[in-house]
Nanobody
Framework: QVHLVESGGGSVQAGGSLTLSCTLFGYTFSSYCMGWFRQTPEKEREGVAAIYSDGTSSTYYTDSVKGRFTISQDNAKNTLYLQMNSLKPEDTAMYYC???????????????????WGQGTQVTVSS
């Protein structure tokens, strides 16, 4: 039974920072994709950042957050992080973490490919 728990969302002014956390429970596989996704009423769910891990790690980002967001993980804690700097109003969304045990590479950024999702945490950036 796989369960994901997210935290760290909130409201900030433009230019501010937030760090999101996602802890995975029930993991039993050695390789996986784990990522952050966001969704608004106006836009479909978008892959923000993802990690493919198989003992080594590769990271992937959507162009709009490159240089501002950093994805990382603490394997000992089974926890994924998203450090978000220089936040913009257009970053406002519900943010979800997700994991899948059969994906690899750039497919880790594809929201439609994931099986397991957290409940989401709201990020609101005001101008």
């Amino acid at each position: 039974q796989v369960h994901l728990v997210e935290s760290g969302g909130g409201s900030v002014q433009a230019g501010g920072s937030l760090t999101l956390s996602c802890t995975l429970f029930g993991y039993t596989f050695s390789s996986y994709c784990m990522g952050w996704f966001r969704q608004t009423p106006e836009k479909e769910r978008e892959g923000v950042a993802a990690i493919y891990s198989d003992g080594t790690s590769s990271t992937y980002y959507t162009d709009s957050v490159k240089g501002r967001f950093t994805i990382s993980q603490d394997n000992a804690k089974n926890t994924l992080y998203l450090q978000m700097n220089s936040l913009k109003p257009e970053d406002t969304a519900m943010y979800y973490c997700a994991v899948d045990f059969r994906l690899w590479g750039e497919r880790c950024l594809g929201a439609d490919n994931y099986h397991y999702w957290g409940q989401g945490t709201q990020v609101t950036v005001s101008s």
